[in-house]
């Protein structure tokens, strides 16, 4: 599968490799770690959230939208079983990353 780059003008996308997410309100924050070679190309949706693994493993997130998977699915990325960070945390970890950018 050839995936072309995402092209983040519209700001759908942020990094979420190496942040720190809760799982669930009140818990303990862990590091989102980078994607599994095999997860390279897939995209997830969970809670409202939109995440995909890049060539480099990095994982991303964003706000579920039409526009988000017609651009994923443009570059290439199809929908498979990942995990998507910040989904777990009734929004909470999303909107601050979404504000940071």
């Known amino acids: 599968m050839e995936l072309t780059k ?3 003008q519209d700001g759908l996308f942020v990094k979420a490799t190496g942040t720190a997410e809760a799982i669930g309100l009140g818990s303990k924050e862990t590091q989102v770690d980078k994607g599994e070679n095999e997860e ?3 995209y997830a949706v969970n809670n409202g959230v939109v995440s995909f693994i890049s060539p480099d493993q990095n994982r991303w997130v964003g706000i579920y ?3 988000a998977i017609e651009a994923l699915q443009k570059a ?3 929908q498979g079983n ?3 960070p910040h989904s777990n945390d ?6 601050r990353l979404m504000a940071r950018n």
């Open 6 to 8: 995402i092209i983040n």
């Open 40 to 42: 390279i190309g897939k």
């Open 65 to 67: 939208t039409e526009r």
């Open 76 to 78: 290439g990325y199809e």
């Open 82 to 84: 990942i995990y998507v």
């Open 90 to 95: 009734a929004g909470a970890g999303i909107r």
